[in-house]
């Protein structure tokens, strides 16, 4: 946790303004106990960690996710055309106290992954595994697992009703499950204190008297106020300024070691997600096409199709130039993706096996993974290197 | 195309045997048994079962449903007990008289409410809006009998210059094209123009503000195009709608019409269906109603359909 | 030490003494409704026409306790009289009676007639509608079409229908225009609700483990009945025209009870002799029907704007 700490401090050079003083009070306690939630489950201690299976057990396991939009059916019944393959087949793990986060263009089916994770839309196939426990099992029902579970939404005004006051979208969850609705207001209070504001000035306000900023600050705070071990961020800071972008940035990460909390940090942003994540994980057309430690996958990454979202932002530096476009096309239709390698049709590397068979997401390193044949020695592809 | 119309003629199917279906039951929520309008207090209970049994009213419901259903399929819409003609020939002949008023009462408000809604949404907020605005407003508030009353009142028993009733001299039933027709359709036209001409004038004035304030209206000017050829894209542009509202228009009318017809004592399907109230004619009630309706249904229909022909954005399929 | 720049909107502050003190200070709750009502006060169109709906409202209930005549009495010697006549101030009526009187006794029925329709097609036509708009699928399905064949009917045409055989009588009439008036309102409140279902709070709401009816009453209802009231006030204008027009064709009330559209019916006769007189009931409906048309557009623009 501590090194996790070091590392967003340390990033925090990038040039990006911030506010860093003036977070004042900070961590912890200011005095008065919040009311604690009515629970069956001891509350999580402000350190995290694993209780149920210790800190080894990853957070939330993801197996063979699959969904599919739309499509008909044939005539027989037996397959579904023009299905939109959202979410193809996908697995990771998320550890505790970790950010993984994802990226990929737009339809790749990031959003869809969220709403999955989140259970908001029904999966096809595939498991979850929160913690151990199968989710929707009578160990961990679906309205345990949105306790332990919670998300903050784009647009930041779209995820605010915009009758009621900041307290009171706050209070709301809390009041769902149980609490008073004196103690609901107050652990809002607290909590919108938390997030960077002041309640005595904002908690009364309705979302159209608040900033962009401001507001995601409230989406952050309802989110952490039914006290989740997860929270699933998804494109959390992509609609805001660049500057207030930097604060809110800054604020989740101290959140996330105020509370011992656990992100899934989505963003089409590689900058962002450099600086937020421990761990990223690619995306294209409904796949995982690489996974790994930030470092190294931003950067060596062993996917073609990394390399090319690499290459594609733009630095600062006049004699970094791009002079030729690192990928070329327009991404395929998720109604009917090519065979094989999804990317091949678009690929610099691309060669005959990459058409014909689909490759596995194999490990390449340490904690590395990706989907390709060109990283896989021995796979076929005339650049691999041979079986070492 | 064609598949789009017959996909609606498909969607509207079920409406139109509810439709069907509501104006079998007015009959039969009606208080009182309905034979008691065609027999006599004294009638003998033999007469009575008789008549039933002609009528068909021993049946249960969804049987009698079913061959009054079959016998509108064919065209047969039963006999009227008061005059003892075909319900189908007299609904026809007065539908053929509201449509005439309605036609002409719907382009009278249409070209009105067009002029006035074009102006008020250019001049958007300005005197001449409000000036425009409150015709509109007063044109969809009016009390539409009362004001043919009023008209009734100043051109015929002062001015005395028109007809106060009917469609033609000497009460004749059906109305003609000619001159001498002519005086007698003036006065019931302008009243039931009044109400599309407000509803219209509203629609057209915000469809023009919303034209003129995107930004494709801007870059037409900014290109040099004079104001006339930007008025002939707000005019393209506003057209669809503003031409569907007025088929719309001219439907409620067609079926709303008997308040109007019975204060100018046109021979139309409102009177008709006035008549029919007050005899407690229920065949020619229930005829009545059902090819009103019907009419509404099909208007709206082909109100769907020529809009979506005509506007580039809606789907096809 | 890297600079630093004060975006003093979005800085946080220092800690207020706990426990937090409440929402006393910072602005108080600024309901949503007050602003709207504001921005209406502020309207001079929207307020003449509130106003004149108040003085037409307190006339017809407190009518007895107004010093006016007996609107039932008429006289047979004087009949017709004009307006600013000796002894009746706005004429009388071809039975005698005080036109007046009945005026504003007439007041109470019509509006009686009018807004009671729209009241309960409102209560209707929100509860079916949001169902259908909320659940969703099938269901919603199935409830929108039902309504639609019922919106298959051009209203007057479906309001004289049903008042045909169900008979003359006000709570016939005040039925026949509830049943006309619920799908309309049931339309445009499915839409809305349907609208407001797929947005992000709602389904942050979803997510929080609140169960269907909690997230209905704290954030569909509050979001959702602002634009079906809006509509609904729009109706009030019609419905008192066709109750009016029911009562003309002598579906509604009955004599000899004082009621505009009544009114205008049994004064028809009389245009030829006193006009003024016959088209004061009208004028009545006229005044009452743009005052409600003219108070629901200020109602609109003052919710149109955030």
């Known amino acids: ?388 | ?317 | 030490m890297a600079v630093t720049i004060d975006l003093s909107r979005d800085a946080p502050i220092a800690p207020p003494p706990y426990p937090p003190t409440g929402a006393e200070e910072g602005r108080a709750a600024r309901g949503y409704w007050a602003g709207v009502g504001r921005r209406v006060v502020r309207d001079p169109v929207a307020l003449a026409a509130a106003l004149v709906i108040i003085v037409i409202v307190f006339a017809a209930i407190l009518a007895p306790w107004l010093g006016l005549a007996d609107p039932y009495r008429g006289s047979m010697l004087r009949r017709l009289r004009p307006i600013a006549d000796a002894v009746y101030r706005l004429g009388s009526d071809e039975l005698g009676r005080d036109m007046l009187s009945r005026l504003v006794y007439g007041g109470r029925l019509s509006l009686l007639m009018g807004v009671l329709p729209v009241v309960f097609a409102f209560s209707a036509g929100s509860a079916i509608g949001i169902v259908a708009g909320f659940v969703g699928g099938w269901v919603n399905t199935a409830i929108m079409r039902t309504v639609d064949v019922f919106y298959a009917f051009p209203s007057v045409l479906l309001a004289i229908a049903l008042s045909g055989a169900l008979g003359a009588g006000i709570f016939n009439a005040i039925v026949s225009l509830t049943i006309v008036f619920t799908p309309p309102i049931a339309r445009v409140a499915e839409s809305v609700t349907t609208q407001i279902r797929t947005r992000d709070y709602v389904e942050a709401a979803r997510v929080s483990g609140a169960g269907p009816l909690a997230i209905i009453r704290v954030h569909v209802l509050g979001n959702v009945l602002g634009p079906i009231f809006v509509y609904a006030t729009s109706l009030i204008s019609v419905s008192l025209i066709l109750a009016s027009g029911l009562s003309f064709l002598g579906l509604g009330s009955k004599p000899p009870e004082p009621e505009w559209g009544l009114m205008l019916n049994t004064l028809r006769t009389a245009i030829y002799v006193q006009p003024l007189v016959a088209a004061l009931p009208g004028a009545m409906i006229f005044i009452t029907s743009i005052a409600f048309n003219l108070l629901s557009d200020g109602l609109r623009s003052a919710m149109e704007v955030r």
Request: proline letters at 7%; hydrophobic letters at 45%.
């Open chain 2, 1 to 317: 195309m064609l598949v789009y119309i017959l996909k609606r003629l498909l969607y509207v199917t079920p409406v139109v045997i509810g439709v069907s279906i509501i104006c079998f039951l007015l009959v039969h929520i009606a208080p009182g048994d309905p034979l008691s309008a065609i027999l006599p207090a004294d009638a003998t209970q033999e007469l009575v079962e008789q008549m039933r049994a002609a009528y068909g009213f021993d049946r249960p419901l969804p049987v009698q449903y079913a061959l009054w259903f079959w016998k509108v399929v064919h065209g047969d819409l039963g006999t009227s007990i008061a005059t003892g003609r075909s319900v189908a020939t007299e609904v026809m002949r007065a539908v053929s008289n509201t449509l005439i008023l309605a036609t002409v009462a719907t382009v009278i408000g249409f070209t009105f409410g067009a002029f006035f809604g074009f102006v008020a949404g250019y001049f958007r907020d300005r005197w001449l809006d409000k000036v425009a605005s409150l015709i509109s407003v007063l044109g969809v508030s009016v009390p539409h009998y009362w004001l043919g009353m009023v008209l009734v009142i100043i051109f015929s028993a002062n001015l005395n210059w028109l007809p106060p009733t009917g469609a033609g001299p000497d009460g004749s039933v059906a109305w003609r094209p000619d001159l001498e027709h002519l005086r007698y359709i003036i006065l019931p036209a302008i009243t039931m123009s009044v109400i599309p001409m407000g509803v219209i004038s509203r629609t057209v004035r915000a469809l023009v503000a919303d034209i003129l304030g995107q930004e494709f209206v801007q870059g037409l000017r900014a290109k040099g195009l004079r104001e006339f050829g930007v008025f002939r894209h707000v005019v393209t542009n506003a057209a669809p709608t503003a031409l569907a509202v007025m088929g719309l228009q001219l439907g409620y009318l067609l079926g709303g019409s008997i308040l109007i017809e019975t204060v100018f004592s046109w021979p139309g399907s409102g009177f008709l269906l006035n008549a029919a109230i007050f005899q407690r004619d229920l065949p020619l009630l229930q005829g009545t109603i059902l090819v009103l309706a019907l009419f509404f249904v099909a208007l709206n229909l082909a109100v769907d359909v020529v809009q979506t022909a005509v506007d580039p954005r809606i789907k096809r399929t």
């Open chain 1, 1 to 388: 946790m501590e090194a996790l700490g070091e590392r967003a401090h340390a990033a925090q050079s990038s040039p990006s303004p911030l506010v860093g003083e003036g977070r004042g009070g900070g961590s912890g306690s200011c005095g008065t106990a919040v009311p604690p939630l009515p629970t069956p489950t001891p509350d999580p201690s402000p350190q995290g960690g694993g209780e149920k299976r210790g800190p080894a057990q990853p957070l939330l396991s993801v197996r063979s996710l699959v969904k599919h939009f739309g499509g008909r059916r044939s005539f027989s019944g037996r397959s579904i055309r023009g299905a939109v393959h959202a979410v193809d087949g996908v697995s990771f793990d998320v550890a505790k106290g970790q950010t993984l986060g994802i990226v990929g263009e737009s339809g790749c089916g990031k959003s869809t992954l969220a709403r999955l994770i989140m259970q908001i839309i029904p999966a096809d196939a595939g498991e979850f595994l929160f913690d151990g426990e199968v989710v929707g099992t009578h160990a961990l029902d679906l309205v345990a697992y949105r306790r332990e579970v919670q998300m903050v939404f784009q647009d930041s005004y779209a995820s605010l009703n915009p009758r009621l006051t900041v307290e009171e979208t706050v209070a709301f969850a809390p009041r769902v499950h149980g609490l008073s609705r004196r103690a609901a207001i107050a652990r809002a209070h607290d909590l919108i204190f938390r997030v960077g504001l002041d309640p005595k000035r904002f908690a009364a306000r309705y979302p159209h008297e608040l900033s962009g900023g401001q507001r995601q600050r409230v989406n952050i705070a309802r989110a952490l106020a039914l006290q989740p071990r997860l929270v699933i961020l998804d494109e959390a800071v992509s609609a805001l300024d660049k500057s207030v972008e930097a604060q809110v940035l800054n604020l989740l990460i101290d959140l996330k070691s105020e509370f011992g909390l656990t992100y899934v940090f989505i963003s089409h942003d590689l900058n962002v997600v450099r600086f937020m994540s421990d761990r990223v994980l690619v995306m294209y057309l409904g796949k995982v096409v690489e996974l790994g430690p930030s470092e190294v996958l931003l950067g060596a990454p062993r996917h073609p199709y990394t390399m090319a979202l690499l290459a594609s932002m733009p630095s600062m530096d006049p004699d970094r130039r791009t002079t030729e476009a690192p990928l070329f096309g327009d991404p395929p239709s998720p109604i009917d993706p090519p065979s094989g390698c999804r990317f091949h049709t678009r690929c610099k590397f691309a060669a005959p096996v990459c058409a014909a068979t689909e490759p596995v997401l194999a490990e390449i390193g340490p904690a590395h993974r990706a989907a390709c044949f060109l990283a896989m020695p021995g796979s076929g592809h005339p650049q691999a290197g041979p079986i070492a």
